[in-house]
């Protein structure tokens, strides 16, 4: 039996490119649908609607925060064009990944800068609906999105969690691991690509990999 006191109690997941692989191509193709709105809506030709994108994305976490600010863009409606992909085509369901997540101890939450829609779409697809207890997503954190040092209190605080050591982060980003590392997170950074450098204290390739890279998920302390 796992043993009441534990090290990690709540484990945080990003949703984009971290619950599936960046491999499977859905972020890349979500990137084309945000320069495809931005073209349509700014008049900007792909080169400087990938580049405000980039800049957008740098400065404020996401680029509707910038499209926001910038250009009063509604959200609902970017939300649903850049989300507008038959999703099938590009991720399926792993029995191995919802193994490993369905034994995992801690309770376990979706962190995304996405919205639920998206969120819950990707879930089922995944067959992973019922693994999370919520789903933090970029409404319930009134846009005001990762890496935000608020996002992260928002995400504590819709978790319940009073401390932020007690929690685990895995996101595929290090701009969005840094500020949870600063809480006092433990971060894992999600990536396929081999990483020079990271703000995470540990690096996995995949979420497969944890059984043999964070077995101390299902120890508890004595
Ligand atoms: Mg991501």
Redesign the pocket.
Known sequence: MYNAVMTYTTLFF?????LYP?SSGL?FKIKDRIHEFMMDHLGLTEQEASSLREDYYLQYGTTLDGLMRHHHVDPEGYLKFVHDIPLEKFISYSPALKEILTSLPQALWVF??SDREHAKRVLNILNLEHVFQGIVDVHALDFEAKPHPRAYRKALALARIQTPSKCVLF???SQ?LLPANELGFYTVIVNENNLDDHPADIHIHSLLDLPHKLPMLWKGED
Do not use: C, H
């Not at 990003?14 to 971290?18: S, V």
């Open positions: 990003d949703l984009d490119a971290t960046a972020w995304t800068n996101d595929d980003l969005n």
